[in-house]
């Protein structure tokens, strides 16, 4: 019987998460009420209060559910930890970059998450620490890039005139304002189509 509860409150609030998502994407965050949500998901409000203390918190909730596996994901893939160690630092960089696309041109709740968090959210108010908290995230990839950058110039693989932190800054602030693109290009006709393309030749820029 404990189990069964349990089980009944995880669905329940994964219904409450997939609500608000959707919510989100159709009225914007700042619009989107939390009796909103609970009448999206057929709950009662007080069963929201029971999983969240609040917008912000079910926001977070909301975008862990698809960053937290990005991040291990981006371990394995960037810093060639546990079988990527045999690809070269370069090929490790296109990768993470292409394979991210992938993931959000076939997974819808991925896709969504994102269209939320860039297009449907003021970051102020009780979401000011929401913003601190995805710039301090950015910082932790960019770091990850440049570790894999200066393995690339240990190797010989890129020029060193400029560091590894200027060539991993780069990439991050390229791949933040392609991703900002993909989201809004909803036809696919300006950028969705082409970021395969786009992502190859930033990489190969920098080849030596």
């Not at 009796?35 to 977070?60: M, P, Q």
């Not at 959000?104 to 913003?131: G, H, I, N, P, S």
């Not at 601190?132 to 570790?147: A, M, P």
């Amino acid at each position: 019987m404990v189990r069964k509860t349990k089980e009944d409150a995880a669905i329940t609030r994964q219904r409450i998460i997939c609500a608000a998502r959707e919510v989100f994407l159709q009225k914007g965050v700042s619009r989107t009420s939390l009796e909103h949500i609970a009448s999206h998901a057929g709950v009662t409000r007080g069963a929201v209060y029971w999983h969240f203390a609040n917008k912000a918190e079910l926001f977070y909730a909301m975008r862990e559910e698809i960053y937290l596996p990005l991040i291990d994901r981006m371990d394995g893939v960037l810093l060639g930890n546990p079988d990527g160690s045999h690809i070269a630092p370069l090929e490790r960089i296109r990768n993470h970059l292409q394979v991210t696309i992938q993931m959000l041109d076939q997974d819808q709740t991925m896709r969504e998450t994102y269209e939320v968090m860039m297009t449907k959210c003021e970051y102020v108010d009780e979401f000011a620490d929401v913003l601190k908290s995805i710039l301090t995230n950015c910082n932790s990839l960019v770091h990850k890039l440049e570790q894999t950058y200066a393995k690339a110039q240990e190797l010989g693989h890129v020029d060193t005139r400029l560091t590894a932190a200027e060539l991993a800054l780069d990439t991050h602030l390229f791949f933040s304002g392609l991703l900002h693109m993909w989201v809004k290009d909803t036809e696919g006709s300006l950028f969705r189509d082409r970021a395969a393309q786009l992502i190859d030749a930033h990489i190969n820029l920098r080849k030596k």
